[in-house]
């Protein structure tokens, strides 16, 4: 049900983002407590402001009862997917080489599952990091296939 209800919402989303210059990063439908919620994280290069999520709130919000794609209630939120965003697509990956990143894999390479550091280069099929493990910086190598989750990191 929420993967039809995402993309469903994303195919409306779309027209709406691109005729307003701005990126549409991730669309959640989640179930929190009794209550559900629909976000829509948006963003552009300098990031959003509160005028941009409330334009694209208004205009997605007359697609969505024009359709009614989802039979229950929920709440819409639109807003900047923040500091630590996640890297969904390739594309992501390739505009964030040179940032911090934290990336999860499905399965441990060289005994690690989780990697935080700079991400030095991505051709489209490898991600190399450049990571501190006990003192010592260490590059790794990430097939991009073993990916769980990548997302742009805040260092401490």
Request: proline residues 5%.
């Amino acid at each position: 049900m929420s993967k039809n209800v995402t993309e469903t919402v994303e195919a409306l989303a779309l027209p709406i983002v691109h005729e307003m210059k701005l990126e549409l990063v991730d669309i959640e439908y989640v179930k929190e407590g009794s209550a559900w919620f629909l976000r829509v994280f948006v963003d552009k290069e300098g990031g959003i402001d509160i005028e941009d999520c409330g334009t694209v709130s208004e205009k997605l919000s007359e697609k969505l009862d024009e359709l009614d794609p989802i039979p229950h209630n929920y709440f819409l939120e639109v807003s900047s997917p923040g500091a630590e965003r996640p890297l969904k697509k390739k594309e992501d990956l390739e505009k964030s080489v040179g940032k911090y990143v934290h990336v999860k894999t499905y399965e441990p390479l060289d005994g690690l599952k989780t990697f935080e550091g700079d991400l030095l280069s991505f051709d489209g099929e490898t991600l190399i990091i450049s990571m501190t493990i006990k003192t010592r910086k260490k590059e790794v190598a990430i097939p991009y296939p073993k990916v769980a989750k990548a997302r742009l990191a805040v260092k401490f």
